[in-house]
């Protein structure tokens, strides 16, 4: 049995203090989605998409960033949101009730559209 | 160790600064765990978030009868336990290990490691165990908890704890005979 290779990775694993380095940034997301009863959750690669606490979809929020940048006539709309573009054209045939719900609920709580998404719109801008 | 009564009594009362005090005394603490768990940086982020949107909700509901570290430890592992069952059904860690392929490996123990190099690190021996092995495993033998602390944290008996532990080292150890060693 390879013990050292066991014991050299458990002291690896052990050692290792990962951290996020934004504590502020992480502390204000933290407390402005207890506020506002969202949870804003980052994706590297898709920007951002925001889910509701009290546990509706979370892909309202994307249709609404789907609208958002088709207004803006953005082409990579539906990379956003992580889904297919058939998945996300479904979704919104599905949901356009609800979904106007959840554009009112954003805007009673004056919820905006988060910078990162801003510069993600920006970069995809034509 | 620094006492949470009086902040505790504060949150429970709706303020909203004693919160954020909690909040910056133990993100660091929580996504540490998350991200040795769930090995991968972006999900860690949300169950950090996850994590204190139900402890604000249920913060009445705290009775002191374990530490504020203890219960938040809790939320976190349970909120770990459902994501590993979830992924595991996707099998979304399979496809974070295959692509993390080319992440170099710096075999300096003194160096720190990036949260991507762990993640691939800890992935390459945990891949497909059990959640509940994983969990123990984690707590255990990667963050040194006693025990005790484990069986409140994770609601298992202390025998069930022994159980998991023992099949988790088993499953790590069986991997290094099978795979390429460090």
Redesign the interface.
Known sequence: ??????D?????????????KD?KA??D???K???NKV??????EYGFYVKL?SGIAACLVSLMMITEMNRQNIKDDYAITGQSEKTSIKLKCKNDNIFEMYRCFLNENNIGIPDNIVKFKEKYKK | MKDYNSTIERCKKGDKDAFRTIVMDFQQMIFRLAIKIICDEAEAEDIVQETFINARLSIKSFNNKSSLKTWLYRITCNKCYDRLRQMKNKETMTDSIENMENIQYDNDMENDISNKELCRLISLYTKDMPPMQKLVFTLKDMEDLPSDEICKITGITSLQLKSNLYFARKFIRNKFQKEKPL
């Open positions: 049995m390879n013990n050292s290779g066991y050299k990775w458990l002291s690896k694993v052990k050692m290792a203090k990962p951290e996020f504590e992480m502390t997301t933290i407390m989605s207890i506020e949870q804003y959750c980052h994706r590297k606490v």
